[in-house]
T-cell receptor
Framework: DAKTTQPNSMESNEEEPVHLPCNHS???????IHWYRQLPSQGPEYVIH???SNVNNRMASLAIAEDRKSSTLILHRATLRDAAVYYC??????????FGAGTILRVKS | NAGVTQTPKFQVLKTGQSMTLQCAQD?????MYWYRQDPGMGLRLIYY???????DKGEVPNGYNVSRLNKREFSLRLESAAPSQTSVYFC?????????????FGQGTRLTVV
């Protein structure tokens, strides 16, 4: 399974944008970049995914570097409810969903 | 609109006891997963099932067995529970072989082995 590297933790102020980075230098051409988050005491939940182009949905945006070796999850206005562990995962056709350590996001009011 | 349902939500076992954690999904997904999450840690894959009748070991399979009873259900069995198996267990599902789809998770089973 291709590996990802994320910072252990990040901090943000409420109502400000948050950029969560992920490095995946060994990504293959068929790997999708997925982001999940886990709120305290809950199961993980899907946030967003993409292959080559930037993606937007109601929760977040995903910016993918042109060489696909890195990506950034963007939360446009962080709220206290966004405090969670964010996982960047590479998922290829037919492969298993394997989690890394993730980034702990703390949001300050 | 159930998604992934896990039972039970909480369980306390004595060392050496056995039990089965149940997981069912109603989304017609082929792939199902069992993870464990120890306090302050990330999720580790225990077993994976790509389709009915197939299972594959994950990162930490020792001490566990699984059964993919049908397309909907994927159970995890602890034959002889140990304190090291105290953890929160999550079940998940997603359409097989499609990297461009999302996975859905259950709410977890909190297991304590004393």
């Amino acid at each position: 399974d291709a590996k990802t590297t994320q910072p252990n933790s990040m901090e943000s102020n409420e109502e400000e944008p948050v950029h969560l980075p992920c490095n995946h230098s060994t990504i293959s051409g068929t790997d999708y970049i997925h982001w999940y988050r886990q709120l305290p005491s809950q199961g993980p939940e899907y946030v967003i995914h993409g292959l080559t182009s930037n993606v937007n949905n109601r929760m977040a945006s995903l910016a993918i570097a042109e060489d696909r070796k890195s990506s950034t999850l963007i939360l446009h206005r962080a709220t206290l409810r966004d405090a969670a562990v964010y996982y960047c995962i590479l998922l290829e056709y037919g492969n298993k969903l394997v989690f890394g350590a993730g980034t702990i996001l703390r949001v300050k009011s | 609109n159930a998604g992934v349902t896990q039972t039970p939500k909480f369980q306390v076992l004595k060392t050496g006891q056995s039990m089965t954690l149940q997981c069912a999904q109603d989304m017609n997904h082929n792939s199902m997963y069992w993870y464990r999450q120890d306090p302050g840690m990330g999720l580790r894959l225990i077993y994976y099932s790509a389709s009915e009748g197939t299972t594959d070991k994950g990162e930490v399979p020792n001490g566990y067995n699984v059964s993919r009873l049908n397309k909907r259900e994927f159970s995890l069995r602890l034959e002889s529970a140990a304190p090291s198996q105290t953890s929160v267990y999550f079940c998940a599902s997603n359409p097989r072989g499609q990297g461009n789809t999302e996975a859905f998770f259950g709410q977890g089973t909190r297991l304590t082995v004393v």
